[in-house]
């Protein structure tokens, strides 16, 4: 449900603020984290618009609407305004990106954990990987998984087996750290993608994996997408997001318990990324 009016009172003990409304005035309450990314606008008594959950609960002896998310945030008159925060903006950012974007490769990594009786600072390492490169017709152009040995034979052990439902013996005839180097790199030379995942652990993790096998880096900051965090902007919402379950939602398909696999992985994500680009062609209007 939306909701519009004017901040007159802000508590941010209570994380509420007071709006004049059109025929009424309202309570609304926040998380934390809105409230700390809203709060300091609520001072200037903007207009803010906001949806909210249709039933109002009681915080302290206030009775309140829950705010699911901010819309727009604007101080001033239609001759001079001032926008703070416009959801529409940074949809419309979105879908550019999303048609700017030609050449993609897909890819997911899985990493080591550390042992049930870690006794050193755990660094992950790269055991599998799972990469689609799709030109901007869609046709799937290379795609490739593989397990990849790590540097340090310890980083194999029984709970990072059991996480990815392995064997010792699987990791025999796995490729190398370089073989998944120079192959990555091929991929980045012939097609000159932008390389889209799903969260930052990938990145943060590929680029320690250059320092600690002492390979030059690769350009991959630079091209990468964070698709999680690209849908999280375009509904307004900080709650982490599950690949499978975010599927389930956009698709309305059930499917079976995830398996950490990293080419089962990189296939969902493509799969997601063209549910969502079709709506936000749909939704987000030029």
Known sequence: MEIYGKVIATNPKDRIIKLQCPKRICFFYMTRRQFKDYGTYFYQHPYVFI?????????????????????????????????YYNIDNIRKDLKKLINNTKMKLFLDLEFSLPSYYQTMVHIPEILQYGMIVEDENKQ?????????????????????????????????????????????????????????AWGKNDILTMEQSFRLNHLKPLAIRSRYINLMQVIKNYYNTNTDLGLFSTYQDMSGIVVEQQQHDAMEDAIMMRKIYHLFTKIVEKEVKN
Request: one cysteine or more.
């Open 140 to 196: 799937v152009v290379f795609q490739e998984g593989s397990l990849v040995k790590p540097l340090r034979r310890f980083a194999i052990n029984n709970r990072t087996l059991k996480f990815l439902s392995k064997t010792n013996e699987q990791f025999e005839d796995a490729k190398s750290y370089v073989e998944f180097y120079q192959l990555l790199e091929q991929c980045l030379e012939t097609y000159n993608p932008k390389v889209i």
């Open 51 to 83: 949806d909210v959950e249709k039933e109002k609960k009681r915080y302290g002896t206030q009775l309140c609407y829950e705010v699911n998310y901010f819309r727009k945030i604007v101080k001033g008159t239609r001759t001079k305004k001032t926008t």
